[in-house]
């Protein structure tokens, strides 16, 4: 027999630790990764007399280093240490309630993640919401380019209902996307499409980097029928550069997830002709979409996927949007009911699974 039933799941928020209050979600940080193997995007240092760096211990020598070429140092790319996210989890509640988590299932998971997840939620008091999905094609398992679109989707379902270890995942995400979308790819959106219909739950999706990738995946999922207005659009800061295409996103009626805040180098390796906008840049883009009405649909997170972005590291940590972001979006003008909106009302609307 199935752990749960759409019926006993509707209209509540499913966490590592079983299903909880929309009201009870509180502060949320819309996407995070406490545990992952990022070496999927490991790339050699541009220059061939920095090869050992690759293989260093992210350490206060070389931080400066690794904080550019953070793609290019093998230990940054892991984040496997049990005590290092409780240490910054226990820094994090301090500011915040709930965390949403979305590793995806392939070679970037650690073996037993969700136990590790459930483990750190117990220690920690704080609700953890799992992602369930797979992320781009070259992270893919390989059991995955043999099935349907039908058996990926069967996976994701059984996430929520009938998870194997007993935690259930409580989100869609992050569901990986390149730009053009590969084979595997629109089979992961087909699935999650699916998936979503039987779930209620929302979907959050990885786009490729290039400004029309967000509208490729939104008229593909049109065409699948998901439910457009729970979809999650991520990693909107190195994606969309300019207002015109800013509103153009917004008017598709998908939430918009700042998720990379806290990074302010503007060199960003994984496409080098691009740039990562500083953080200024980044509330100036949320400040426009205020303005134009839309605090109902904006999400924040970090997207911490790397040690270089850890407090123990030297990097801002999980608290970062809470404890200093926040702060700033009051002295650029932004209204305390449209912060509420991106850490209370908009995660618990995404979340809470209909």
Not at 185 to 209: D, F, N, V, W
Not at 245 to 257: G, Q
Not at 300 to 318: A, E, N, P, Q
């Amino acid at each position: 027999m199935a752990q749960f039933k759409h019926s006993d799941v509707k209209g509540k928020i499913l966490t590592v630790n079983g299903l909880i209050k929309p009201n009870d979600l509180g502060k949320t940080i819309c996407h995070e990764h406490l545990f992952i193997d990022f070496s999927v995007v490991y790339q050699d240092p541009p220059l061939k007399e920095d090869n050992k760096k690759s293989l260093e211990k992210v350490s206060l020598e070389n931080l400066g280093w690794v904080r550019n070429y953070w793609n290019s140092n093998k230990d940054n790319l892991i984040l496997d240490n049990y005590e290092d996210s409780l240490f910054e989890l226990n820094d994090f509640k301090k500011y915040g309630n709930s965390i949403v988590e979305l590793t995806s299932m392939g070679s970037i998971r650690l073996k037993n993640h969700a136990e590790r997840l459930k483990l750190l939620s117990n220690d920690t008091d704080l609700n953890i919401i799992l992602g369930s999905g797979f992320y781009v094609d070259n992270s893919l398992p390989e059991d995955f380019k043999r099935k349907n679109e039908k058996e990926i989707s069967e996976i994701i379902i059984s996430d929520f209902f009938n998870p194997a270890n007993k935690i259930s995942s409580g989100v869609i995400g992050e569901i990986g996307c390149s730009y053009p979308l590969t084979d595997n790819e629109k089979k992961s959106l087909k699935a999650s499409a699916i998936a979503q219909e039987q779930t209620g739950a929302s979907i959050i999706i990885h786009p490729g980097r290039n400004e029309n990738s967000p509208f490729e995946i939104i008229e593909f999922l049109k065409k699948e029928n998901a439910n457009i207005e729970r979809i999650v659009i991520g990693h909107i800061e190195r994606t969309i550069y300019s207002v015109d295409k800013l509103n153009e996103l917004a008017s598709e009626n998908v939430y918009m997830n700042f998720d990379q805040l806290g990074i302010e180098s503007s060199y960003y390796p994984l496409n080098k002709k691009s740039y990562m906008p500083n953080d200024y840049q980044k509330i100036n883009f949320i400040k426009h979409l205020v303005e134009k009405g839309y605090s109902n649909k904006i999400l924040l997170g970090h997207d911490i996927y790397s040690k270089h972005r850890l407090k123990k590291y030297g990097g801002h940590g999980y608290s970062y949007i809470l404890e200093m972001i926040l702060l700033r979006m009051i002295d650029y003008g932004i209204a305390k009911k449209d912060i509420d909106n991106m850490i209370i009302n908009n995660p618990k609307n995404i979340l809470t699974l209909i």
